[in-house]
Antibody, heavy 123, light 109 residues
Framework: QVQLVQSGAEVKKPGASVKVSCKASGYTFTSYDINWVRQATGQGLEWMGW????????GYAQKFQGRVTMTRNTSISTAYMELSSLRSEDTAVYYC????????????????WGQGTLVTVSS | SSELTQDPAVSVALGQTVRITCQGD??????ASWYQQKPGQAPVLVIY???NRPSGIPDRFSGSSSGNTASLTITGAQAEDEADYYCNSRDSSGKLYVVFGGGTKLTVL
């Protein structure tokens, strides 16, 4: 069965960086893009960007350009999201999600999600 | 970039039908997908594409779309359907970018 398992909670100081991992299993890792979505406490879902595990190509939401880097290690089927220059507003649960695409019917959706990783930014 | 607009809160009596809507220009080009999120849990896909349900999602959930509005309908709402619901779609600027609605809190009375 498809699973996305994320790394554990992190506590970071303002100005530091955090790197969250997302290990995929149950499917061919390089066949589906991985997206990252975050959610601050009591707030909605916020899309951060995508990464193609096959090519390594990425696309980031304008809000995070220059601060986020998405990478992967295909040998261990793991995607990574690194966010730098952390500030208190970055305190949130970060999710990875598999991007399913049905080209024939132009359908795009996130069919599997990781369990989430809480990142707390505090001095 | 595009925006998707959802009503912040909706309520429904147990066993009745409720419609949750999502509006945005990107929906003229791309289907919405819908996610259910319960407290402390990751989102779960409930509807995608024209009107498709993943395996395990009850058939009381259905989706539709017209113009710039997508709708999620729950026919015969159950207590366990109380949750936050989010729509998303590709951004109208291109299929590589994604936008989420602000979410709708569904209360089952």
């Amino acid at each position: 069965q498809v699973q996305l398992v994320q790394s554990g909670a992190e506590v970071k100081k303002p100005g530091a960086s955090v790197k969250v991992s997302c290990k995929a299993s149950g499917y061919t890792f390089t066949s589906y893009d991985i997206n990252w979505v975050r959610q601050a406490t009591g707030q909605g879902l916020e899309w951060m960007g995508w990464m193609n595990p096959n090519s390594g190509n990425t696309g980031y939401a304008q809000k995070f350009q220059g601060r986020v880097t998405m990478t992967r290690n295909t040998s261990i089927s793991t995607a990574y999201m690194e966010l730098s220059s952390l500030r208190s507003e970055d305190t949130a649960v970060y999710y990875c999600a598999r991007d399913a695409v049905e080209m024939a019917t132009i359908e795009y959706y996130f069919d599997y999600w990781g369990q989430g990783t809480l990142v707390t930014v505090s001095s | 970039s595009s925006e998707l607009t959802q009503d912040p809160a909706v309520s429904v009596a147990l066993g009745q039908t409720v419609r949750i809507t999502c509006q945005g220009d990107s929906l003229r080009s791309y289907y919405a997908s819908w996610y259910q999120q319960k407290p402390g849990q990751a989102p779960v896909l409930v509807i995608y594409g024209k009107n498709n349900r993943p395996s395990g999602i009850p058939d009381r959930f259905s989706g539709s779309s017209s113009g710039n509005t997508a709708s999620l309908t729950i026919t015969g709402a159950q207590a366990e359907d109380e949750a936050d619901y989010y729509c998303n779609s590709r951004d109208s600027s291109g299929k590589l970018y994604v936008v989420f609605g602000g979410g709708t809190k569904l209360t089952v009375l």
